[in-house]
């Protein structure tokens, strides 16, 4: 008798301790699917602004407390008119990230002096802006005041009487002409208060030469690409003298070919580039703003908040309404984006592009872009020129 109490006992503590392991198991899973379920642009639209500050991808509120960011240092490379001003913008706008448009461009006009770019770059990553090597770099950008007002972390530096009811940006350049000069030391003490840095450079045609950098100062490198038919269509729009002028396809050869070898470079499976590169394409990010934002933003380690999700929504879901008599701002942001992926299709002629798709097709065939034949192929906008990211798995 004894002992069939015992046995009954027995089976009731196995039979708990299975229920038990099973809640646990159903829990785990649930939750691993909740982190890992893909965030679709209208999932993450229907969250508040005001809520998804704190909100991390699992759906859960996290918040990382003030001091215990990890330092990251990226640098974002383009082609000339490829959107990088755009997709710069979207961590120009975090306020934790010290943002720099096109630092490198002192180096040299057409491209960059690449063999002095290591010790720069070293340089800003270090907020060392005392350094003698960066004394033009401040010359220059007193100078241009493009370069100061596409920063917002170089726009803090400006007393707030004269940036005050002033929207900050390239097309409002006039206000901030009146803004005292940058000198090392307040630019320094700025970068010092930022735990994200995040250079925009165009015309950096080789990366090579940036694993010292990046491997000794974390450096992650966002490759921004772009349909070089786009590419054109944008150059043609951007009144440079240079293009309408001298030469209908200016430069379109030596684009094409740059950004061949770094994705030759990036898809041999370089040791250093692994985990330290990741490739975009304007057109992913223009048809899907929010989704490819947060992808960037992951691959990052850098939080993304709610101020950049209401920056995407101003800037690429409403078409822009602002009417003006002023000369165009070429470097204007707040488009439908979605409209700008493949406006090239229905504003450029057959002949160019047929050109430009012989030129290109290496660099055309490596990215996903697909080529059109005949007409009624480049006006047909249902007629997909490019392969879906899951077609194409671009890094």
């Known amino acids: 008798m004894l002992r069939m109490k015992m046995l009954r006992k027995c089976r009731r503590n196995v039979f708990m301790f299975l229920i038990i392991i099973f809640i646990y198991i159903f829990f785990f899973f649930t939750r691993w699917?909740?982190?890992?379920?893909?965030?679709?642009?209208t999932e993450f639209n229907s969250v508040g602004v005001n809520e998804y500050h704190n909100k991390g991808r699992s759906g859960h509120f996290t918040s990382v407390p003030a001091g215990r960011q990890s330092k990251i240092n990226v640098i974002l490379i383009a082609s000339w008119r490829s959107g990088s001003s755009f997709t710069g913008q979207l961590f120009n706008m975090h306020q934790d990230i010290f943002y720099l448009f096109e630092p490198l461009r002192f180096l040299g006009q057409e491209k960059v002096k690449q063999d002095e770019t290591t010790e720069v770059l070293e340089a800003m990553y270090k907020c060392d802006f005392e350094n003698s090597l960066l004394s033009e770099w401040i010359k220059q950008t007193n100078i241009d005041v493009l370069h100061r007002v596409s920063s917002n972390a170089l726009i803090e530096l400006c007393p707030k009487e004269i940036t005050q009811g002033?929207?900050?940006?390239?097309?409002?350049?006039?206000?901030?002409?009146?803004?005292?000069?940058?000198?090392?030391?307040?630019?320094?003490?700025?970068?010092?208060?930022?735990?994200?840095?995040?250079?925009?450079?165009?015309?950096l045609t080789d990366i090579k030469f940036l694993e010292e950098v990046v491997v000794k100062h974390n450096v992650k490198i966002i490759h921004l690409v772009r349909d070089p038919r786009g590419i054109h269509f944008s150059r043609q729009n951007?009144?440079?003298?240079?293009?309408?002028v001298n030469n209908n396809l200016f430069g379109m050869y030596w684009t094409c070919?740059?950004?061949?070898?770094?994705?030759?470079?990036?898809?041999?499976?370089?040791?250093?580039?692994?985990?330290?590169?990741?490739?975009i394409r304007f057109e992913?990010?223009?048809?899907?703003?929010?989704?490819?934002?947060?992808?960037?933003?992951?691959?990052?380690?850098?939080?993304?908040?709610?101020?950049?999700?209401?920056?995407?929504?101003?800037?690429?879901?409403?078409?822009?309404?602002?009417?003006?008599?002023?000369?165009?701002?070429?470097?204007?942001?707040?488009?439908?984006?979605s409209d700008v992926a493949h406006a090239w299709r229905l504003n450029s002629n057959?002949?160019?592009?047929?050109?430009?798709?012989?030129?290109?097709t290496q660099a055309m065939q490596s990215l996903?872009?697909?080529?059109?034949?005949?007409?009624?192929?480049?006006?047909?906008?249902?007629?997909?020129?490019m392969l879906s990211r899951t077609e194409m798995e671009v890094q």
């Open 368 to 385: 996903g872009y697909l080529k059109v034949n005949t007409e009624q192929e480049l006006r047909d906008i249902s007629l997909p020129v």
């Open 33 to 41: 699917n909740i982190i890992h379920k893909p965030i679709s642009d």
């Open 166 to 203: 002033a929207d900050p940006g390239p097309c409002t350049r006039r206000i901030y002409k009146q803004c005292p000069d940058l000198t090392p030391e307040n630019v320094t003490h700025a970068c010092k208060k930022y735990p994200y840095k995040f250079f925009k450079v165009i015309k």
């Open 350 to 360: 057959l002949t160019t592009v047929l050109e430009i798709q012989n030129i290109c």
């Open 238 to 244: 951007s009144y440079d003298v240079r293009y309408t």
């Open 284 to 337: 992913d990010l223009s048809m899907q703003p929010l989704q490819t934002s947060i992808q960037i933003y992951d691959f990052l380690k850098i939080p993304f908040t709610g101020k950049i999700k209401q920056w995407i929504v101003e800037n690429t879901m409403k078409k822009n309404q602002t009417k003006t008599t002023k000369k165009k701002c070429n470097h204007k942001l707040n488009k439908k984006s």
């Open 257 to 279: 070919r740059h950004v061949s070898e770094i994705v030759n470079l990036t898809d041999r499976g370089t040791k250093w580039l692994q985990g330290n590169y990741k490739r």
